[in-house]
């Protein structure tokens, strides 16, 4: 069975760090793109980041971009995501996802397997 446990959220403080992990098993990930997207409250979710399949190219959404770092361990069927610089607005349940191609993948549909979220709470 496919699973993907995601994990690292937690409450911080505004300008402070976070890195979120994200394990998965039940197969190898290390051709397909991964990513990371979350949901505020009463907002859609959205894409925070992704990472092709060799691991070399990455994208981010322009609200994180500078301040968060997506990265992966193929050996290890792992990707992380590390926020730094982190901002009230910044709060959301995150997510993890494996997608069903090797290129960097910005929209949900892509992606086949979900991890079922860590919250991420930044007070002012």
């Known amino acids: 069975q496919v699973q993907l446990v995601d994990s690292g959220g937690g409450l911080v403080q505004a300008g402070g760090s976070l890195r979120l992990s994200c394990a998965a098993s039940?197969?190898?990930?290390?051709?397909?793109?991964m990513g990371w997207f979350r949901q505020a409250p009463g907002k859609e979710r959205e894409f925070v980041a992704s990472?092709?399949?060799?691991?070399?190219?990455?994208a981010y959404a322009g609200s994180v971009k500078g301040r968060f770092l997506i990265s992966r361990s193929t050996v290890q069927n792992q990707v992380f995501l590390q926020m730094n610089g982190l901002i009230p607005a910044d709060t959301a349940v995150y997510y993890c996802?494996?997608?069903?191609?090797?290129?960097?993948?910005?929209?949900?549909?892509?992606?086949?397997?979900w991890g079922h979220g860590t919250q991420v709470t930044v007070s002012s």
């Open positions: 996802a494996a997608a069903s191609v090797s290129t960097i993948a910005p929209h949900a549909s892509m992606y086949d397997y």
């Open positions: 990472i092709n399949g060799n691991g070399d190219t990455t």
């Open positions: 039940g197969r190898t990930f290390g051709p397909f793109a």
